[in-house]
């Protein structure tokens, strides 16, 4: 019996060290902690707007104080520059999710000047409030404009959960007789399968063409719609904020080209109780 004793004190002791040098329990995939986030996270981003103000989100420990002071565009031309608005934060699973508004300038001011010159960047350069700086990998934003015409004029925009998922929709509706040849979508290799899910009035973006034209009469509507799901990867997005404007194609009636604007708003932003997914995921 004594000697029993004795073993199963030392098999208790063996199962102490091992807890205590790996640990025990059942291992989790679970984000880090809180207090192990040295450096901030910069959520990603698939943005093309003409709007100059942009926002970027992102995430750090609940004890993080710095502040951005400053952001500069690698190998932006010399007429741009930026200028920071705020830097705020919120309280958000245990982390703070900061969100930086900024502005894009150009000096000479000119209307025309990101359509003749698009801006596109996938990085910037932070600089803190103590006068630390950062690379911040952003994802993919661009800055562009272009001309639109008048046949065809946008309404309004929403969602809808069916079967498939989130179908989103966007709707126009047309002033006079027009033909639709297509869409021009920004990073259409990074949307993937959003594109070919893409209908317009339920015809399916691949049999619209200049050859096969939808048609549409004066004061008839469009609904452009697109399946927001396929940019989500094991239930989180793939990116922190997707803001796509894009162009409807359509021929006037004396063949002329022209373009409506189609405002794709897939994932607004990255919201407090995503925070712990998407640090996860990356």
């Known amino acids: 019996m004594k000697r029993i004793f004795v073993t199963l004190a030392g098999l208790c002791l063996i199962l102490a060290a091992v807890c205590m040098m790996g640990g025990c329990g059942e291992k989790t995939d ?10 901030p996270v910069f959520v990603k981003n698939l943005i093309s707007a003409e709007d100059m103000d942009v926002d970027i989100s992102y995430i750090s420990d609940k004890s993080w104080n710095k502040k951005v002071k400053r952001i500069e565009i690698p190998g932006a031309p010399k007429e741009v520059s930026s200028i920071v608005y705020e830097d705020v934060s ?12 900024w502005g894009v300038a150009v000096e000479p001011y000119s209307e025309t000047y990101f359509e003749e010159h698009p801006l596109e960047f996938s990085e910037l350069k932070i600089l803190w409030d103590d006068g630390a700086e950062t690379m911040a990998d952003v994802g993919h934003i661009a800055i562009r404009s272009f001309s639109v015409g008048k046949d065809l004029e946008y309404t309004r925009g929403g969602a809808r959960r069916e079967a498939q998922g989130m179908v989103c929709h966007e709707d126009l509706i047309a002033k006079k007789p027009v033909r639709i040849v297509g869409v021009e979508l920004p990073y259409e290799a990074q949307l993937g399968r959003l594109t070919d899910s893409m209908t317009i009035n339920c015809v399916p973006l691949s049999k619209i063409s200049r050859e096969q034209p939808l048609e549409l009469s004066e004061d008839e509507e469009c609904a452009v719609e697109y399946l927001e799901d396929v940019l989500w990867e094991n239930n989180q997005p793939r990116y922190g904020r997707t803001f796509l404007e894009s162009q409807l194609i359509y021929l006037d009636q004396k063949g002329k080209k022209h373009s409506a604007m189609l405002h794709l708003s897939i994932t607004p932003g990255l919201m407090p109780e995503d925070v712990e997914g998407y640090l996860s995921a990356q």
Request: aromatic share 4%.
């Open 30 to 39: 679970a984000p880090a902690a809180a207090e192990d986030l040295k450096e």
């Open 90 to 101: 919120e309280k958000a699973s245990g982390y703070l999710l900061h969100t930086v508004s």
